[in-house]
């Protein structure tokens, strides 16, 4: 099927496994699952909006704009992270954010069942072959845990990025080729969009998955000219004719694959790479449209495809489509007239000014009044990996010594595997267009919650916080995940903690993104106290602290605090960010 038929269906009609792509890669297998009924049919309107600037925010400052900063740009704050932030001054909380840490050691054997290279060393310099698949998992594996470990803004725009400049590790088929491209998102997650598009164009991976590697003179091969310009840069704009899209046009496609002619892959071991063969160049004069003002990119064999980046980014349009996906990834989906004057074209011009480094522009925002706006916060459907990934952050649960490898692997690989089936798989967009929820309209991040993914999200939640948590068995050996409800109030102050309302209230103020009504208040506290007074929790709170070994008291409490967080983590607000 034709990739940009597929992208025009109605969203009602799109499933999460969806079909075959012009690319010749299929989706990947998520539970197939239309879009809910419920979701949006039209973009909102009714609803008001903010008209707030990007003037640097000057209003409150503390543990609930802190957390609201921290969950948009990390992945599930901590408590003892939030209250951090919130006693540094929100400059000092940025520079942290927007410092990018030293490159992560690279993945390692966690599978045993891979025995061509020993448990816990690296699989980078040996070759390919039917054992990929476990290091497949090794590699997404591998990323979870930094997620995991997400202190930076790092992490979250490599994953934004992994849904712009799309590939899938599936259907590369080769873990250190992927490897090289999630190393090179993470190098320039923080730095140059320009140059981050000069090097995803002769990069390994985007050879491989959109058809680079068949591109040569007299046969050239559309589909990177075609994406690069539909969706990783300029974008189509409105129809104005056959084959004009405003801003390029059909011969601006096969302009740019001639362009991008003579480039290959190469997946030789040690090292995987790409190289250029002068032969199979297109050596001719490339004409571009008037979109272009009918520029031309004569023959600069190996260094022509950085001219056709640069002519690309000299287009205004290329920052403005960038500065809208920042907007949709951080803020929230809708861009009306005034988000459009007031944000996103000056954010643009910023972006331009500053030769497209995207920092500037992350600080610009996130510093502002517009972001901090109160219509701003709670109104993003958190993504599977933000909800997955934040549960087992938030609530601190504890995974094996770094020693274990084998285990620490496999935990990794479920919490990937309970995000794939949410429908986010890491490493994995269903398509070249990445995931719908960041492009789809009118449903955008609606679409993450559905009759399938809503109880699996659930399940997963109500699982962790048991009694016996979820076990997964692994080489042999049980391992637990597992919400340690008594530690993480034992953590709190000890007036909060033996008090059933401020213990309440720090609960919701560390996992819920705006504050609860009174009668979901009360409801809670009844789901900590059913029909007890409030007494009985300071009680049976200060008892168990005066004989913490004592089994009985600590059951009675922990049985108590696993309602409560269960029914936090149920609640509506609790899905929000």
Same mark, same amino acid.
């Given at each position: 099927? #034709? ?17 075959? %792509?012009? &690319?010749?890669?299929? $989706? ?5 699952? &239309? ?12 609803? $008001? ?8 925010? &000057? ?10 900063? %921290? ?15 919130? @006693? ?43 054992? #990929? ?46 490897? /090289? *491209? ?8 923080? @730095? ?12 390994? $991976? ?64 040690? /090292? ?20 272009? @003002? ?12 950085? $001219? ?113 089936? !949410? ?14 929820? *960041?492009?789809?309209?009118?449903? *955008? ?18 699982? %962790? ?9 692994? /080489? ?22 033996? #008090? ?19 009668? !979901?208040?009360?409801? %809670? ?53």
């Amino acid at each position: 099927m #034709d990739r940009r038929t597929f992208l025009r269906k109605p969203a009602t009609a799109i499933a999460a496994s969806g079909p075959a %792509l012009a &690319t010749g890669f299929s $989706a990947n297998s998520d539970p197939p699952e &239309t879009v809910s009924p419920f979701a949006n049919k039209a973009l909102p309107t009714t609803l $008001a909006r903010v008209t707030s600037t990007l003037t640097p925010y &000057t209003g409150p400052w503390g543990y609930a704009q802190a957390a609201h900063l %921290l969950r948009r740009s990390t992945f599930g704050p901590t408590r003892a992270e939030i209250t951090t932030a919130a @006693g540094q001054s929100l400059t000092q909380v940025l520079n942290r954010l927007l410092t990018v840490p030293a490159a992560p050691a690279p993945p390692v054997n966690g599978f045993s069942r891979d025995t061509t290279v020993p448990v816990g060393q690296s699989w980078l310099t040996t070759a390919n072959g039917p054992e #990929d698949y476990l290091r497949r998992n090794s590699l997404r594996s591998w990323w979870l845990n930094l997620l995991l470990q997400s202190t930076t803004l790092v992490e979250k725009m490599t994953l934004l990025w992994s849904s712009h400049f799309v590939t899938e590790i599936e259907e590369v088929e080769d873990a250190r080729i992927s490897y /090289d *491209y999630i190393a090179l998102l993470r190098r320039q997650a923080l @730095g140059n969009v320009k140059q981050l598009a000069k090097d995803i164009t002769v990069a390994p $991976a985007m050879l491989r998955y959109l058809n680079g590697n068949q591109n040569r003179v007299g046969a050239p091969n559309e589909n990177f000219g075609r994406e690069l310009l539909e969706l990783f840069t300029v974008g189509k704009g409105p129809l104005i004719g056959p084959g004009n899209y405003t801003y390029y046009t059909e011969d601006d496609v096969q302009a740019a694959a001639k362009v991008m002619t003579g480039w290959r892959d190469s997946n030789a071991t040690p /090292d995987v790479g790409s190289n250029f063969t002068a032969a199979r160049h297109d050596t001719t004069t490339k004409q571009f449209s008037s979109a272009f @003002g009918n520029a031309t990119i004569a023959n600069q064999g190996d260094q022509e495809y950085g $001219a056709l980046i640069n002519l690309i980014f000299d287009q205004d349009e290329t920052a403005t489509a960038l500065v809208r996906r920042l907007y949709r990834w951080f803020v929230y989906y809708v861009i009306d007239a005034t988000t459009e004057r007031n944000i996103i074209q000056p954010l643009a011009t910023q972006l331009r000014q500053n030769g497209y480094n995207i920092a500037p522009v992350l600080r610009t925002l996130l510093s502002s009044e517009h972001f901090f706006d109160t219509l701003n916060i709670g109104c993003f459907i958190k993504s599977p990996l933000d909800f997955v990934v934040g549960v087992v952050r938030q609530l601190e649960v504890s995974f094996p010594a770094a020693t274990n490898v084998v285990a620490r692997y496999g935990l990794w690989q479920y919490l990937t595997d309970v995000a794939t089936g !949410q429908q986010q798989r890491l490493g994995d967009p269903p398509n070249v267009a990445g995931w719908a929820a *960041y492009w789809q309209t009118p449903q *955008y991040n609606e679409i993450w919650i559905n009759a399938v993914t809503l109880p699996l999200r659930n399940q997963f939640t109500d699982n %962790l916080v048991r009694q016996n948590g979820i076990t997964r068995n692994i /080489d042999g050996t049980n391992h637990v995940l597992k919400i340690d409800v008594v530690a993480l109030v034992q953590g709190f102050p000890a007036t909060t903690a033996s #008090d059933c309302n401020l213990l309440i209230a720090e609960f919701v103020k560390l996992l819920l993104p705006t504050p609860l009504t009174a009668n !979901q208040l009360a409801y %809670l506290n009844d789901a900590l106290l059913p029909g007890l007074p409030d007494f009985e929790w300071t009680d049976e709170w200060q008892d168990f602290r005066s004989t913490p070994n004592d089994a009985t008291k600590r059951a009675a409490v922990e049985t108590k605090l696993r309602a409560l967080l269960r029914q936090i983590m149920g609640m509506a607000e609790f899905h929000l960010s």
